[in-house]
């Protein structure tokens, strides 16, 4: 209707994704590294505005791959049970369908690989060239809705409008 994104109208949105494993984040300059192994079953919560982790800085920690998990309840027990340790990953959930920020902390994470040991990141969130960075797996149910997210997280939604291309 307005044409415009929704930060132009100060709108924010509140947490939804959830992140742990391999993987070192620090929120701002200046402050402690914050280690995602750490966490509990509920893992680190991604902040809801992308301005907000496009000024993190994030070190994978051996990581060989993302695993994105659709539901909640399963991202909990890989994290319960420290799958990362077997499989050396970072556990990423939108909690469902993904909203901006937790496709935007995705790619923010293979970038940070990308990167090298620095691991700054910032920028697109265009899975489809994520530049050598980690690969993204996507644990999901092999029905459309799941298929729906995946595909969510490569491309963005038509439902997010202007959103969609960051």
Same mark, same amino acid.
């Given at each position: 209707?307005?044409?415009? &994104?929704?930060?132009? $109208?100060?709108i924010?949105?509140a947490?939804?994704g959830? #992140?742990?494993?391999?993987?070192l984040?620090?929120?701002?300059?200046?402050?402690a590294?914050?280690?995602?192994?750490l966490?509990g079953?509920a893992g680190?919560?991604? &902040?809801g505005?992308v301005?907000?982790?496009?000024?993190?800085? =994030?070190?994978?920690?051996? !990581?060989?791959?993302?695993?994105? #998990?659709?539901?909640?309840?399963?991202?909990?027990?890989l994290v319960?049970?420290?799958?990362?340790? /077997? $499989? &050396?990953?970072i556990?990423?959930?939108?909690?469902? =369908?993904?909203d901006?920020?937790?496709?935007?902390? #995705?790619?923010a #994470?293979?970038?940070? !690989?990308? !990167?090298?040991?620095?691991?700054v990141?910032?920028?697109?969130?265009?899975?489809?060239?994520?530049?050598?960075?980690?690969?993204?797996l996507?644990?999901? /149910?092999?029905?459309?809705?799941?298929? !729906?997210?995946?595909?969510?997280y490569?491309?963005?939604?038509?439902? =997010?409008? $202007?959103?969609?291309?960051?």
């Open positions: 209707m307005l044409r415009v &994104p929704r930060t132009a $109208l100060g924010s949105a947490s939804k959830a #992140v742990a494993g391999r993987l984040l620090m929120a701002r300059p200046g402050e590294w914050q280690d995602c192994s966490t079953p680190r919560a991604i &902040p505005e301005g907000a982790i496009e000024a993190m800085s =994030m070190r994978p920690q051996g !990581a060989r791959c993302v695993l994105v #998990v659709e539901k909640d309840a399963i991202f909990q027990r319960e049970d420290r799958l990362f340790d /077997d $499989l &050396p990953c556990i990423i959930t939108g909690r469902g =369908m993904p901006i920020a937790t496709r935007a902390f #995705v790619a #994470v293979t970038r940070s !690989a990308a !990167a090298g040991p620095s691991g990141a910032a920028g697109s969130n265009h899975l489809a060239s994520n530049n050598n960075g980690l690969p993204v996507g644990f999901v /149910d092999w029905n459309p809705p799941g298929v !729906a997210i995946l595909l969510a490569k491309y963005g939604t038509a439902a =997010m409008g $202007l959103e969609a291309a960051r």
